[in-house]
């Protein structure tokens, strides 16, 4: 008897983790993240090791910062692909502001994040008080904002050579990468946002139906624009760690990044429809990219190859989320 | 079925129709026959199955179960595009028209005459007068179709079903937005339709359209057909107690109100859709607004609930001037709302019972940053009971519950924040008649309590049971009140239209 209750209620937990969507594309991100690394143990000798993940630890970083506050834009039911230039633009920032050695480096450093909270800011005026669409307003501040990046050292790269300042981006800490310990705390922090506080929850609620959410009293256009500053927040973070890494500022920094992110998201579960994905399937999401990636590497696929293997990837990917909430038994 | 003394074929036979949506049995095994160049009415109350039935007919909804034969050959419509190449026409309740486009276009509607690669505008509008000469209309066919009124919007809408060859054409509540003589005039028409040979399914609850126009009626209630009668072989009251089934004391539960306090005052309230709209409600009653489509009284409830812009105007609650931006504002203020569309406006439907019962409660209590799962799900379980919410759990996704049961979330989140002034946008459209009761006896449990409700309703029975005083609006004006014990429906209507 107490055998059969167990049973049941297993099986009540297995329905309820194969009926909600957002379970639903876990399970299908991580049986593929499962795929992949046990497909490069077996092809490459060298891929099972702490050194290799690692790498693919540090290589996650960029697009892992960024791609961590997207994910809440994407559960809002909103877009912004403006996020690899405003990583330029903070390179850039801080580059200058380190050069010309006026200020101490933590200062260089928070104001270099600032310029990205305020370039997240612009997105947010316009989409949140102007009202353009989210999409239209991020296309034009992502080309608005790499030439920003370019103009301000006209088109130069602008070395640092501030030797604290490498730390951020390629330093250890007892054996690990800086970059991923912040990357974990990141995603350990926007985790429990989402999970347990009533801004999180509110997130959610705005994607699902932003009139109904208004209608309830929640102050939408706000927290949308709180969503943009954040992500241009963690934009800056990113920033911070790339110019850290390559030594220097580049205005043609991070070109592929904010592409990469998305894709993330949207493997990790958030689409462009609003009101689903969680942080942990956006993390799974960027581990898969960037394993598939460093394993391709390794095999010495060539790079345009890895562009078509990713694009295929990501298309196989949200293919079967669709059709698994049933979108081949749908007219329209 | 020979014996109804038509004397006629049948033209289109539905079999053991079965439609199942989540939560609920929307039809029953329902049987229907249609014969040539007969008026056959489709009765029945709210929720009944009427709409479902012809969204079937109409190749909208596909059938879960049964048969439909259209001059004795099976078939099967899987989209309205389908049905329409059938030959069966649909006027919809609701005419949704895109602003911008011009009568002529929409009577020609994807099948513009072309010379070439482009229009040709001169056929089009030629075209488009002879459309609608035969349905005796005549507006200019450049003008944009936003501009029509109601009444020649749904004459246009005929003109275009039967400007192709339709052999079955439904009318799903026609008149509800006409006047007398529009309607008059309408009948008109139906009947040289029916007179040509085309079948007619009439959907209405009114009786007296009922009995002028038809020459059949078919009964639904829940979901079942529960009559078939030749109208000039029975009464009102027949038809009454088959659309009933129950006598209607038992669905309105309503305590008369005492005098009390004002609870909210509005004064010269003036927006886009609403002119000088000056009332006030008392505390322990329930006010009705009442008008007809496009009066404005849907708006009202979103004008002082901080949905839309108002330009002038001044709210008063309980004594004291208050500024309402946002429904934020509103809902401290102690007002809440329940909106008319809760899928769209009422509900996050993909996330679950427990989330939509509680968004509100954390809007208004600011300082609450943090979930605590045990609190909501003591407030949800709470909900869940004393509203008879019937829903697997507090974790069910609110989409799969059915309407009613939705309807009782959007109260509960409302509840939850004991307001003193609640504002209802036609509170029970689209759901069952069991629901319905009880969420009649919701509202009359909070009038006691001393809570003031604002009903704004299009349903007359329910306005003239459950309202203590009566607002009739007509063209974004108030055109009249009434109490309770002098409202009629000759009255309210008289009001409505505007006389």
Not at chain 1, 269 to 275: I, K, P, T, V
Not at chain 2, 300 to 322: C, H, N, P, R, Y
Not at chain 2, 381 to 405: A, F, M, V
Request: charged share 20%; with cysteine; aromatic share 6%.
């Amino acid at each position: 008897m107490e055998a059969t209750i167990k049973d049941l209620k297993v099986k009540s937990i297995y329905k309820k983790l194969v009926s909600s969507p957002d379970a639903s594309s876990l399970i299908t991100v991580s049986t593929a993240l499962l795929g992949l690394i046990l497909f490069f143990s077996f092809s490459s000798p060298y891929f099972f090791s702490k050194t290799v993940f690692l790498n693919i630890g540090m290589y996650a970083a960029i697009m892992g910062t960024l791609a961590c506050s997207m994910t809440f834009i994407n559960v809002s039911g909103n877009i912004d692909i403006s996020g690899g230039s405003q990583i330029a633009v903070v390179g850039m920032v801080t580059a200058v502001l380190i050069k010309s050695g006026s200020m101490p480096l933590w200062l260089c450093v928070l104001l270099g994040v600032a310029s990205g909270t305020v370039c997240g800011m612009i997105n947010g005026f316009f989409i949140t008080v102007i009202k353009v669409n989210a999409f239209i307003t991020t296309i034009a501040t992502m080309q608005m904002l790499r030439g920003i990046a370019y103009l301000i050292s006209n088109g130069q790269t602008l070395v640092i050579s501030d030797q604290k300042f490498k730390f951020l981006g390629r330093g250890y800490v007892s054996g690990i990468p800086f970059t991923l310990i912040m990357l974990v705390v990141f995603y350990i922090v926007f985790h429990i946002i989402s999970r347990n506080t009533v801004f999180g929850r509110t997130i959610y609620m705005i994607g699902g139906n932003p009139l109904a959410s208004f209608l309830s009293g929640i102050r939408v256009q706000r927290i949308k624009f709180i969503l943009y500053t954040l992500n241009g927040t963690m934009a800056g973070c990113a920033g911070i760690m790339l110019a850290s890494q390559s030594g220097a500022g580049l205005p043609m920094a991070a070109m592929n990044s904010n592409m990469q992110a998305l894709s993330a998201v949207i493997l990790g579960g958030a689409g462009l429809s609003g009101g689903r994905g969680t942080i942990l399937g956006t993390f799974i999401g960027v581990m898969v990219l960037c394993t598939l990636i460093t394993g391709m590497t390794m095999l010495s696929i060539s790079s345009f190859w890895q562009d078509v293997i990713v694009g295929v990837v990501l298309l196989i990917s949200v293919s079967i989320d669709a059709i698994k909430s049933g979108s081949l038994k749908r007219k329209i | 079925m020979t014996d109804l003394g038509l004397g006629s074929t049948i033209i289109l036979r539905a079999m053991g129709i079965t439609k199942r949506f989540p939560g609920v049995l929307a039809l029953s095994d329902v049987d229907l026959d249609v014969y040539r160049g007969e008026v056959l009415a489709l009765l029945g109350e709210n929720g009944a199955g009427k709409s479902t039935l012809i969204k079937i007919l109409s190749g909208v909804y596909t059938l879960d179960e049964g048969t439909i034969e259209m001059e004795g050959r099976s078939v099967r419509f899987n989209t309205p595009s389908e049905a329409k190449d059938a030959g069966i026409g649909i006027i919809h309740q609701e005419l949704n028209y895109v602003a911008p486009v011009s009568v002529a276009e929409n009577l020609y509607m994807g099948e513009i005459p072309r010379k070439g690669l482009f229009i040709d505008y001169p056929a089009l509008y030629a075209g488009a007068r002879q459309i609608m000469e035969r349905v005796g209309i005549d507006v200019d066919p450049r003008r944009s179709i936003g501009s029509c009124t109601v009444s020649q919007k749904q004459l246009l809408e005929i003109a275009k079903v039967m400007s192709h060859e339709v052999k079955v054409l439904i009318m799903d509540e026609p008149t509800s937005a006409l006047n007398d003589v529009e309607t008059q005039n309408l009948f008109k028409l139906i009947k040289r339709a029916a007179a040509s040979g085309i079948s007619v399914i009439y959907i209405s609850h009114k009786l007296d359209e009922i009995f002028a126009l038809a020459d059949r009626v078919v009964v639904l209630r829940d979901g079942c057909v529960t009559g078939k009668f030749m109208v000039a072989e029975t009464t009102r009251e027949q038809l009454i107690a088959t659309m009933v089934g129950r006598k209607l004391e038992t669905l309105y539960t309503k305590t008369p109100a005492k005098p009390a306090d004002v609870a909210i005052e509005v004064h010269s309230l003036t927006s886009n859709q609403l002119h000088d709209i000056t009332f006030h409600a008392r505390k322990g009653e329930i006010f009705g607004i009442y008008g007809l489509l496009g009066s404005g009284h849907q708006e009202i409830g979103s004008a002082i609930f901080g949905q839309t812009l108002i330009e002038s105007g001044e709210i008063v609650v309980d004594g004291k001037s208050v500024v309402i931006n946002s429904p934020l504002d509103a809902l401290q203020h102690g007002i809440a709302y329940v909106p008319a569309e809760r899928k769209v406006e009422g509900l996050v439907l993909n996330n679950t019972v427990r989330v939509n019962i509680l968004v509100s409660f954390y809007a208004k209590e600011k300082r609450r940053k943090v979930i605590n799962r045990k609190f909501e799900q003591g407030v949800t379980r709470k909900w869940i009971d004393s509203l008879r919410i019937k829903t697997p759990s507090g974790e069910t996704i609110t989409e799969s519950l059915s309407g009613g049961n939705q309807q009782k979330v959007v109260l509960a989140k409302w509840l939850e924040l004991e307001p003193d002034v609640l504002i209802l946008n036609e509170p029970t459209r689209g759901i069952d008649v069991g629901a319905k009761a009880e969420i009649y006896r919701i509202l009359d449990q909070l009038c006691q309590r001393g809570k003031c409700v604002i009903m704004i309703t299009s349903e007359m029975p329910e306005l003239l049971t459950m309202s203590d005083r009566i607002m009739v609006m007509h063209n974004g004006s108030i055109s009249g009140f009434l109490d309770a014990s002098e409202a009629s429906q000759e009255a309210v209507l008289t009001y409505a239209i505007g006389e």
